[in-house]
């Protein structure tokens, strides 16, 4: 019988993978009021998940100056399209529960870590690793504890004190694709008409943006340095181009990222004679950003 989770289990270091992290929902028949406006978004609880995706990319330090380097290992949805919401959950947990993962979200401490642990508990679900892992300061539920779970869209607004971005928004300003012709507020019209693939693809897309958007905050903070982003980018663009053929949404991201590169180079460490970065051979052209279809 395996023994369950302690405090303090992980103490004896940071996570060492990352894991960027997705929902999409649709309001639950059931629990939503019946009088709820229409126009007021849902609470938590009357979330019902229908698709999570993850990227998971190990994390590598150097000893001696603590930077850190970034290898993909992974871009996927979680189960089969088929699955009702608790076996997706269930599998979230399991595969949680079995890494020593760094989460990173964007607007997760007020959504989407907030609706997978309201229907985990609809659900009768556990989840010790998210509550007791860590320290008393530094753990999952820590506001600024980043080396558990960075809210990205917190930190770029320095926890509140700026505006808040969108991640369409953020995705713009460092040059990633962005939503490429799908949207959350389609989620609900595509699941009823039974295009959870579709769904399943845009949530993909959704952590492939965090994921650039992630690797230029890391560089910006000194968790990594040139070499180490301009090598992540690259691995990426390796990983996109190989599961193109099979994933026609992932070959569409890799290609308009390749495009919206000239407006904000997609590498940060090429520079010019006078020491001013250009973006590298595969971000020449276009400067304006286009609504792709999946």
Not at 31 to 55: C, E, G, N, Y
Request: charged share 25%.
């Amino acid at each position: 019988m395996r023994h369950p989770l302690r405090r303090r289990d992980f103490d004896e270091g940071s996570p060492d993978t990352l894991m960027m992290l997705d929902i999409e929902t649709v309001p639950d028949p059931i629990l939503t009021p019946a009088d709820w406006p229409a126009d007021r978004f849902p609470k938590a609880m009357w979330h019902q998940v229908v698709a999570i995706s993850v990227i998971e990319a190990g994390v590598g330090r150097d000893a001696g100056t603590g930077v850190e380097t970034y290898e993909l290992r992974s871009c996927r949805s979680g189960g089969e399209p088929g699955w009702d919401e608790a076996r997706l959950l269930r599998a979230f947990w399991r595969l949680f529960e079995g890494g020593r993962y760094r989460l990173v979200t964007w607007n997760g401490r007020a959504f989407d870590m907030p609706v997978v642990l309201a229907r985990s508990l609809m659900h009768g679900l556990a989840a010790p690793a998210w509550f007791l892992r860590g320290t008393r300061w530094a753990n999952y539920g820590q506001r600024y504890a980043q080396d558990w779970h960075l809210d990205l869209m917190d930190a770029i607004s320095s926890f509140g004190a700026a505006s808040r971005l969108t991640l369409e928004e953020a995705a713009a300003a460092v040059g990633a694709p962005g939503k490429m012709g799908e949207h959350g507020s389609c989620v609900a019209e595509l699941v009823a008409r039974d295009e959870i693939g579709r769904v399943r693809d845009y949530c993909e897309t959704d952590v492939a943006n965090l994921y650039v958007i992630f690797m230029r905050w890391a560089h910006l903070t000194g968790r990594t340095d040139a070499a180490g982003h301009d090598a992540a980018v690259e691995g990426f663009l390796r990983y996109l181009d190989a599961e193109g053929p099979a994933r026609p949404h992932l070959a569409a991201f890799a290609r308009e990222w390749r495009r919206t590169g000239a407006r904000a180079p997609m590498h940060v460490g090429r520079t010019t004679g006078s020491g001013a970065v250009v973006a590298g051979p595969d971000a020449c052209h276009g400067a304006r950003r286009s609504s792709l279809g999946a």
